[in-house]
């Protein structure tokens, strides 16, 4: 298979009129993730590239990560050590492959971070492209999910940190909040591709599915997204605008230590029901 995930380009993204715009979108279509580097951004500005792609995304009350009073914030501090922000999340953990929202009704189609001040030894983010793991999967185990859907659990009902990837069984407990299903085999919406709909973070279950069935396929599709070699590993640097296809990709960051600064901030865009 060819590998495909991840393009470099080179722009200035302050500067950017729609004919350029076009081809960055073209490359993320088709790279899933497209980094561009040296960029010197205010938040008007990262705002207003963002804002070429569409309007930006609303969690419609729900609650999502820097959301305050039912208010989703255009920009999200992703920071550790970052004392000159109010409020800056996800600290130095862990934070396990997922693709952004999948909780809410209408997850977000795209979302970009731009490094503002990031150490070197702190983490590298990797994305995975769920299309191609879609494609690896065996054609028996396509026919067994291809009309299946996945319950994902708001993880902000849960103490922050306490949430990992679980699949749940509920004769022990039923996570708390509301619960959103979306096909767990989803249909791209621009380019028509399928894409393996699954995330390794969050409470989650197959709709309709017995307790341990559910378990069985959860590893074995857990099994693909570890083994894939469609994977992009982004080492960060100061300036770095990194903007991936929400709906086609699960991103991951290993922790790193507390001492360590980074600050990113992150924009994200409007998106469908996934169908
Ligand atoms: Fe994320």
């Not at 060819?2 to 081809?23: A, M, P, R, V």
């Not at 699954?198 to 074995?220: I, P």
Request: aromatic share 12%; proline share 4%.
């Amino acid at each position: 298979m060819n590998i495909n995930i991840g393009k470099e380009l080179f722009l200035d993204i302050s500067k950017i009129e729609y004919e350029t715009f076009f081809y960055v979108k073209k490359k993320l279509l088709a790279h899933k993730v497209v980094v561009i580097k040296k960029q010197s951004l205010t938040d008007e500005q990262l705002v207003a590239f963002a804002k070429m792609f569409g309007p930006l995304f609303d969690a419609n009350k729900a609650q999502v990560l820097g959301a305050e009073n039912g208010k989703t914030s255009e920009v999200v501090v992703v920071g550790n050590n970052a004392p000159e922000f109010e409020k800056a999340f996800l600290g130095h953990q862990e934070v396990l492959p997922h693709s952004d929202h999948q909780w809410v009704a209408e997850p977000s189609s795209l979302s970009m971070l731009y490094a503002i001040d990031v150490d070197a030894k702190s983490s590298p983010t990797t994305w995975t492209d769920t299309t191609a793991v879609y494609k690896e999967l065996s054609k028996d185990l396509k026919d067994q999910i291809a009309s299946k859907e996945i319950t994902t659990f708001n993880p902000f009902y849960r103490p922050f940190g306490e949430v990992i990837a679980k699949y749940v069984n509920r004769e022990e407990d039923v996570p708390p909040g509301e619960q959103i299903s979306h096909p767990l085999v989803r249909t791209h919406s621009e380019t028509g591709d399928k894409i393996l709909y699954m995330h390794r973070a969050y409470e989650m279950e197959f709709k309709n599915t017995s307790y341990n069935q559910g378990v069985q396929l959860w590893q074995k599709l857990n099994d693909y997204i570890d083994n894939t070699k469609a994977v992009y590993e982004h080492h960060w640097e100061n300036g770095d605008l990194v903007i991936w296809d929400n709906r086609a990709t699960l991103h991951y960051r290993p922790s790193f230590a507390k001492s360590i600064r980074r600050v990113l901030k992150r924009v994200s865009i409007t998106g469908e029901k996934p169908f």
